[in-house]
């Protein structure tokens, strides 16, 4: 099933390298992450309206996962890998052998 939905067997991505394919720096990405958290828990505690107990600590949680997941996203996540193809080895060799090769020049 995993060959299928990303065409390589798991094998492969174990050796793949993670990286982040936007030009921002990931300091910025924590930093944003942090900024958009402690807002959130600022929303969440002034308009708790009828929630109680726990309630506003999960709606916060789970803002707060969406919030790093959606700028996660726009960061490019992707994983490079390194995967030899075998291939032929095929060298192609032209020979003329026309009536204009075996005329002697003077």
Known sequence: M????????????SRGQFVLLAPWPVWLLVVAVLAAAGALAWHVSRH???LSGVR???VWLLETALVALVLF????PAITIAT?????????VLVDDSRSMAVLEN
């Open 73 to 76: 996203l726009l960061w490019h």
């Open 56 to 58: 506003p600590v999960m």
């Open 2 to 13: 995993f060959e299928f939905l990303f065409k390589y067997p798991a094998t492969v991505f």
């Open 84 to 92: 030899l193809r075998p291939q032929q080895n095929v060298v192609a």
């Open 48 to 50: 708790r309206g009828l």
